[in-house]
């Protein structure tokens, strides 16, 4: 990390406050035009079977029905409360609240919070990024050296009828200044039923296949949350699919795969825990002059506002959030 990462870590640890800001299936037919070695995006390490490798070869995403049990959920959930009450203070915590309620009166419960972001030193809910059941399948992607680069935990309200609940189609890839892109990959855990009522997500089978798209803040007339850019074109007519799923159920999914949530109808919040992991052999890319340097400007003008660390870079912000989880440190 560079001397400007170092001082960030220092002011994230020491003086920071939260502030507001089905499954594919593959026909056996198919099966027979694959060989195992030739497969790049997943490894042959007896866990995943053959016909589930070319799945997310396929598809780009493979979901694992009841993968974390109802008692860890439950915890998440707990640890979850506590910071919406205020009883707990997590350094480098980001609070986020849906645009649409931003500027109401606040109330210290989960009614107020959309989105928290880089829990990274919140012990309970860093626990989700170490489960070994999410491990074991996050080394198919990776390989043994695991890094957990980014978690969430996604709280997304009601619609107030703006529309404003709504996620826009992008590729995770965007936020990242890291590569290779096949050694990433997401875990998103569903905390309750989610379905298309409630805003469960949906993906573009086979989009990551492409390249990293052009991304900005969609024109949507009841506005959009902070950070949530979104892909600028995408074939409109590409088969979606929508990933509805129970408590506990888990989807990998490649940081090119393009996909997004709808809006919550229903009068309840819809959570979901998730962690970004790559490989820690990954490194670093200087994202200027490329589709992702938007996001690297917002970035650091976010952290030189909240830290007053004027000369850190975007692959800063992200040195100092990284975590290794499994394996050795061996680039990230």
């Known amino acids: ?11 994230v640890n020491h003086l920071d406050r939260p502030s507001s800001f089905v499954q594919a299936s ?9 060989q195992p070695q030739a497969l790049r995006y997943s490894f042959d390490n007896d866990l995943l079977s053959t016909e589930q490798r070319i799945s997310y070869e396929e598809d780009g995403f493979l979901l694992i029905k009841g ?31 849906d645009v649409s309620i931003a500027k109401s009166e606040f109330v210290p419960d989960q009614k107020a ?30 390989g043994p050296n695991i890094m957990a680069m980014h978690t969430m935990l996604i709280n997304k309200p009601p619609d107030t009828g703006n529309k404003t609940s709504r996620h826009p189609m992008h590729q995770d890839l965007h936020y990242f200044p890291f590569r290779p892109a096949d050694r990433i990959v997401c875990s998103w855990t569903a905390m309750e039923k989610v379905n298309r009522q409630n805003g469960c997500l949906v993906v573009l089978p086979g989009s990551h296949h492409g390249t990293l798209k052009e991304h900005d803040y969609p024109e949507w007339e009841g506005g959009v949350n902070k950070m949530y850019h979104g892909v600028r ?27 997004g949530s709808g809006m919550n ?29 938007n996001i690297g400007q917002e970035v650091k003008e976010i952290a030189a506002r909240k830290y007053a660390v004027d000369d850190v870079t975007f692959e800063d912000t992200w040195a100092v959030r990284g975590r290794l989880v499994q394996g050795e440190r061996t680039n990230l």
Not at 1 to 11: F, P
Not at 115 to 134: V, W
């Open 1 to 11: 990390m560079s001397r400007a990462a170092d001082r960030l870590k220092v002011v």
């Open 26 to 34: 593959t026909s056996g037919q198919n099966v027979a035009y694959y």
């Open 67 to 97: 993968l974390v049990s109802g008692e860890d959920i439950d915890r998440f959930r707990a640890a979850f409360e506590r910071i919406c009450r205020r009883e707990v203070q997590v350094p480098g915590l980001v609070v986020m609240r």
């Open 113 to 142: 919070i959309s989105k928290l972001q880089d829990f990274q030193e919140e012990p309970e809910l860093f626990r989700y990024c170490s489960l070994p059941q999410i491990l074991n399948y996050v080394e198919c992607f990776t």
């Open 233 to 259: 074109d995408h074939d409109p007519n590409h088969p979606r699919v929508h990933l509805e799923m129970e408590k506990g159920d888990t989807v990998f999914f490649h940081p090119l795969l393009i996909h």
């Open 265 to 293: 109808q229903t009068q309840g919040f819809r959570k979901a825990i998730s962690c970004h992991y790559a490989s820690a052999d990954c490194y670093y890319i200087d994202v200027r002059g490329t589709t992702q340097e």
